[in-house]
Nanobody, 117 residues
Framework: VHLIESGGGVVQAGGSLRLSCVAS????????MGWYRQRPGKEREWVAK????????FYRDSVKGRFTISRDNARDTVFLQMNNLKPEDTAVYYC???????????WGQGTQVTVSS
């Protein structure tokens, strides 16, 4: 299984970035997908999750109203649209694939997002 993230970069506070994660090696539409992040000196934390078909999404409180997770099952891709970015959003962002009926879990290599004040 391969999860390849892209779209990270450096942006000023208030700016936007769109992360993408392309999956291969599994039937994408059979898995829940999520985005996690690890901020400097902090534990990895979940940011947003989508169920297998995108009908249900969940967000941590600190990103609600600013971040949107979406998925395109035809392209085996999950996205994270991040608007109104804040310096505290600076982190390495990881794509996560989670089995629905199994304990399978896969991670991407991460993409760096840096928000300058």
């Amino acid at each position: 299984v391969h999860l390849i993230e892209s779209g990270g970069g450096v942006v000023q506070a208030g700016g936007s970035l769109r992360l993408s994660c392309v999956a291969s090696g599994r039937t994408f539409s059979s898995y829940n997908m999520g985005w996690y992040r690890q901020r400097p000196g902090k534990e990895r934390e979940w940011v947003a999750k989508s169920n297998f078909n995108g009908s249900k999404t969940f967000y941590r409180d600190s990103v609600k109203g600013r971040f949107t997770i979406s998925r395109d099952n035809a392209r085996d891709t999950v996205f994270l649209q991040m608007n109104n970015l804040k310096p505290e959003d600076t982190a390495v962002y990881y794509c996560n694939m989670e089995g629905i009926v199994t304990t399978e879990e896969y991670w991407g290599q991460g993409t760096q997002v840096t928000v300058s004040s």
